[in-house]
């Protein structure tokens, strides 16, 4: 892999930290064991897939080059969960802001050389995070690598 999974969880938490309603950032490796300050975005990777043609035969007129294809979760705390229709005002304006911003982004994404395309989805999601209930979404980023 041209890039390793550290930097492209960091590339992406820098990359989205931009979003303004943003309190803290942490990427894989700053996960902290309680929430604080919120909203918070948690980016950390969650599953990897090479592709299985590409191993013993040419992918398109490039020799036996390997894809894989990264899942990244961007987890976005928006608020305590406490009262459905202001949580859901609360984490709509942060889910407005990052899918501007995964938009936004050019060549390469996320700032990143070395990553080939992605694409996303997110969900709107209650976190059970150390006993407390968080109103919340979940951006899945996968992300090519080749």
Known sequence: MSVTIAQICDAVKNYLSTATSLKRSESYNQLTEGINDYPLMQVYW?????????????????????????VIHVDLYGR?????????AAVTVLANEVVDLLEATGCPPFGLTGLKNFKWRGERVVFDYDGVLYAGIRFYVNIRVF
């Open 46 to 70: 969650q599953s990897i897939d090479c592709d299985w043609q590409s191993n013993t035969e040419r992918t398109t007129f490039q020799g036996g080059v390997k894809q894989k294809d990264l």
């Open 80 to 88: 305590p969960r406490s009262h459905l229709g202001e949580d859901n």
